[in-house]
RNA sequence: GGUCGUGUAGCUCAACUGGAUAGAGCAGCUGCCUUCUAAGCAGCAGGUUCGGGGUUCGAGUCCCUGCACGAUCACCA
């Protein structure tokens, strides 16, 4: 039963034969009522006068009588100016809640596939508070995707070759004495990322030196010693020696281990990785492609560049006069890569920070010219920096949020939190640890995903770990009570899965099982709009919403049996869209709290 | 300077793609736990939607213009 689109036919109808004329089909849109009126779905009746050639009001009236006379789901209406607002019978919120919680929550396969790819580090340090909300926002993009019908493959590309790994290599051969995440019991990717600030401080104590005894600023950069040899290392690396190979190999290692711990933690995994390292050839091959074409074109010192100032934009280079690749061969290859694994694929979406809009734009562009008919379903999902009060995260400064201690600090301080309200009480160790955790990384993850990506965040530590008003602990806290609810409907024996016959509901019943009706449209929605806000925003007021009918009428104790059991169905369905949709988000829901 | 994005309550964010009196949370104030979990609910207060023009029955939303902030325009990634 689609109540929306009946009620549109019927309009439709209500044109032809009381003005007769024929609205096509598809221009007639319906809108949730205000608050503040009678009724739940709002015809906009100015649009159409010159076709009703009557007064909006009256418009609205002819309108409103023949949808109830000629639609049985339609029990009343008002109008207001040129609002028409249609109210529907209570027996049809009954039924209609029947049917929601007989009804998948998700889409049925559409056999679609899409490939979405997040995360995509650097190999030589830890992921920080910024990773996180990338991390956050492809996984639930994701999830929002399968759930509308579509295989999703979570993939990303690591950056594991460059200067950058040299760097902590080099440092390591100087002053790591041999030792290993395994002997200092350090986490890999920290232990990378040691060195490669190590590596930094050599270097600035090498250039003052230099600068003392006298070299310009610009030659003393150039000829650091330890700079000379990283950058050694890489030719070694790029002529495949073994030594060198060998050990870049073992130290990329630790940091896979390393990040394998964190996206544990977080609950994420991928489907497959792609390694810079073997896609940056294939970049090569088809740049060098392009250029016989004469797609690209080459200066006179070997580089290889495009010209995209006709589509408005630069001349882009692809290869370096010596004949290496930059980052934007790397993706060409990367990007290639993908679609002849996964051949399939109606799409893939970029996860990445708005800082390479203008990367992703050329990328696409030259893709086109390239002759990739899917180019034009490449979609970068770009979002904004996350700043801290202090101003932006400088590694320099130190003032990096690293991910793995701020997931442990919001689940300390959900721990603490909850001890304070005094709710641990039944929860053995083990369960309590849980439900912190969960608690923890649901406010931290609610706390990103609930903006807009486009929108810049700025991280407030006190509001991530926040459990009241708009958090994650908030909906999560009213499933967990809804779960204490129906636990004590099913210990009464109360069987409230019936098709019961109630015919006075209140507001916010009926507000209640429209809004969960909608979740479906919302999942479609944030998927196409690629935007987990969305999904955040809707739970977020179906919980809102849910505890108002909490706190205003009586559910398990109700005397009239029937009302009783609508409610706890009521509550049944919303603990079940809550779950799901916060599921949505990469938050899991505790039982209880 | 060019391009893209953002600008809404003291603060953090919404606003169904042009609809009714712009909504939530936090912070502040007032009430409500011997009825199912008060991590909650009810209420008060808080707005020139950055400024200025325009389009129309109607503009936070669309167009023009100015301002502020951010990103970007590398033989970096």
Known sequence: MNIEFSIIETIRDGFESEFGVTIPEGEIQLQPT???FEGTYTFVCFPYLRFTRKSPEESGKILGTFLVENNSLVSNFNTVKGFLNLSISDEVWSKRLVELTQTHLDWPEDGSEMMVEFSSPNTNKPLHLGHLRNIFLGWSLSELLNAAGKKVHRVQIINDRGIHICKSMVAWDHFGNGETPESTGMKGDKFIGDYYVKFDKEYKK??????????????AAKSAPIMKEAQET?????????EVYEKWKTMNGW?????????RAMGVEFDKLYFESETYKLGKEVVLKGLKEGIFYQKD???VWVDLTEDGLDEKLLLRSDGTSVYMTQDIGTAILRYSDYPNISGQVYTVGNEQEYHFKVLFLILDKLGYEWAKECHHLSYGMVDLPSGKMKSREGTVV?????????????????????KVDELDSDEAENLYRQLGLGALKYYLLRVDPRKRILFNPAESVDLQGNTGPFIQYTHARINSLLRKADQLGIDYAVDNDVN?????????????GEFKNKVKEAGEEYSPSLMAQFVYDLAKDYNKLWQNVIILKEEDINKRNFRLLLSFQTAKTIARGLSLLGIESPQRM
Not at 207 to 219: N, P, Q, T, W, Y
Not at 234 to 242: A, G, M, R, T
Not at 504 to 516: A, F, H, K, S
Request: charged fraction near 40%.
């Open 34 to 36: 205000r608050k503040e």
């Open 206 to 219: 090498q250039v003052a030196k230099l600068i003392e005894s006298g070299s310009s600023e610009e030659d």
């Open 234 to 242: 890489l030719l070694k690396w790029e002529s495949k020696d073994p």
């Open 255 to 263: 940091v896979y281990k390393g990040f394998d711990v964190t996206y």
């Open 301 to 303: 010192d070997g580089s």
């Open 402 to 422: 690293d991910a793995d201690d701020l997931m442990q600090e919001v689940i300390d301080a959900a721990a603490k939190q909850t001890a304070e309200l005094g």
């Open 504 to 516: 006075e509901l209140t507001e916010i019943e009926r507000d209640l099982v429209y809004q969960l």
